[in-house]
């Protein structure tokens, strides 16, 4: 992945507002760093993977102390990569409550009648992150118990709680996986991240293939062929899928075309993000209605839900603390995107602004300032870090961990982070050392940035803060390095 060399104008926008947040800002003052080096062990292992110490960018300060113990560029603008997620996690712990929770609602604006609803029935979306197929199913389920069988009008699906409401359209590929699941990008009515799951099975002369979530009218056409090849590199002979869509009436029948070569004795899952969304729910809402004994003769469309609609089911998401600790232990992009939506989408001043991405830029920019936490440098996308522009500076990002020490929502906070050699991403890292277990920490990897934050217990059980970011060609290679920097702070440096 390449650094795109052009700003765009909606970034020219974020850095003039940036600017003038940190005009009017109070920040936190310079500390006299106590040590300016790092290391030799850090400076070592860096080295041996000829990354230069000028690559990286750190700040190690004990939690609620000032001065910092080791600053190393601290105030440098660096790209975080997914560590940008401690940012979105706090910000909005600290805004919305760790109690808050999304809603999701299915609406009519006229009642039905002997089972049945003559007009359109809505179904409005209000960001829920833990929005699943099967959840939706219960929503539905629910509509069914309350007596409705025949809905003969159209299903509006109602995104409007984003402006635009569909990101996703026309969005430029971020990578050469485009349908991958960390490159979803989020809408308001988001169902199972609008994935597909394919379990492919080649047994003998045969391969099998699976799909969930239920889909009505969608069909499979395989036309893999077995290859005698490792089951390790399946995906080598994997052709992208092609989709075939039409309608009929007002029914839409769609074909998945899978190709290419793929190995004997291989049985794998995978999930896709493929289909557009509005064709995806609609072959999914048709499947599981027909599965109730409903029948729904319309079809999908987008709108608004019209002001005089009454609420017929609704749903209440997860609590914030509770969808932080999925969305930060499996660093999580489409929810952390959906958080940073969220915050615009409730802000108060929301309707100065023409975005919901602008009105959560502000959100976060005035949260820095009211916090007397300095922004310097800070560059704002989508606040997940899968991005090419964000960025944030290691006393920047450490003076927001400070503040978050300090808050009554710490423990959730501190919940959320992977717990070193134990679960999420730091499950596999640092096993047998003196941070095992003792450090909870947010790890960070694009191409070219790699980068660890949080916190870490040493062994006189005192906490620190730490942030690390490596920008650098080859700072894939810099991850043991940051480590050691971890285990170093655990050892009580």
């Not at 290859?227 to 009436?249: A, F, L, Y």
């Not at 999925?326 to 915050?343: E, I, P």
């Not at 730091?426 to 003196?434: I, V």
């Not at 790890?443 to 040493?458: E, H, I």
Request: glycine letters at 6%; one cysteine or more.
């Amino acid at each position: 992945m390449e650094q795109t060399q052009h700003t765009s104008k909606m970034t020219k926008k974020i850095l003039a507002v940036a600017s003038l947040f940190c005009t009017l800002t109070m920040s936190v003052s310079t500390p006299a760093w106590s040590q300016q080096s790092l290391p030799a062990s850090v400076e070592a292992s860096l080295s041996q993977q000829s990354i230069p110490t000028t690559a990286l960018s750190a700040v190690i300060m004990r939690v609620g102390d000032q001065p910092a113990s080791l600053a190393l560029s601290p105030t440098q603008a660096m790209s975080p990569a997914s560590t940008m997620k401690l940012l979105t996690s706090f910000i909005a712990l600290d805004e919305l409550g760790p109690s808050y929770r999304w809603k999701t609602k299915i609406l009519a604006a006229t009642e039905p009648s002997r089972g049945k609803l003559k007009d359109d029935l809505y179904l409005r979306g209000g960001a829920a992150p833990d929005l699943s197929w099967d959840k939706l199913a219960l929503m539905l389920r629910q509509l069914r118990a309350k007596g409705l069988r025949k809905i003969e009008g159209n299903i509006t699906l109602d995104r409007s709680y984003f402006q635009p409401t569909r990101l996703d359209i026309q969005a430029p590929p971020f990578d050469e996986f485009p349908d991958a699941y960390y490159n979803v990008i989020p809408d308001a009515l988001l169902v199972s991240s609008n994935l597909i799951s394919f379990e492919i099975d080649a047994k003998a002369e045969q391969i099998i293939v699976n799909t969930s979530p239920p889909m009505s009218h969608l069909q499979i056409n395989n036309q893999l062929k077995i290859q005698e090849k490792n089951c390790n590199t399946w995906e080598d002979g994997w052709n992208p899928p092609q989709i075939d869509s039409r309608r009929v009436h007002k029914t839409s029948l769609t074909t998945i075309t899978l190709s290419g070569n793929y190995p004997r004795n291989c049985k794998i899952t995978t999930e896709l993000n493929i289909l557009d969304r509005n064709l995806y729910l609609e072959h999914l809402i048709r499947q599981l209605w027909t599965e109730m004994g409903g029948s729904w003769q319309g079809a999908v469309k987008e709108g608004e839900t019209p002001a005089n609609a009454q609420v017929l089911v609704e749903r209440s998401s997860e609590t914030l603390a509770d969808i932080l600790k999925v969305m930060n232990k499996r660093s999580d992009n489409a929810v952390a995107r959906l958080l940073y939506l969220t915050l615009g989408a409730e802000f108060s001043e929301k309707q100065n602004y023409p975005t919901t991405l602008e009105a959560s830029q502000a959100r976060v920019l005035k949260w820095f300032a009211k916090n007397s936490v300095d922004s310097t440098g800070l560059v704002l996308e989508n606040g997940s870090g899968l991005s090419r522009l964000e960025r944030i500076s290691a006393q920047t990002l450490a003076g927001l961990l400070q503040v978050a020490s300090r808050s009554n929502w710490f423990p959730e906070y501190l919940a959320s982070l992977p717990i070193v050699a134990l679960d999420g991403t730091m499950r596999k890292r640092l096993k047998g050392s003196a941070a095992e277990g003792r450090a909870r920490i947010k790890t960070g990897t694009l191409n070219g940035s790699t980068a660890v934050a949080g916190y870490v217990q040493d062994k006189n059980n005192q906490w620190w803060i730490i942030v690390a970011m490596v920008n650098h060609p080859l700072a894939g290679k810099a991850r043991p390095a940051l480590d050691e920097l971890i285990n170093w702070v655990a050892n009580g440096q």
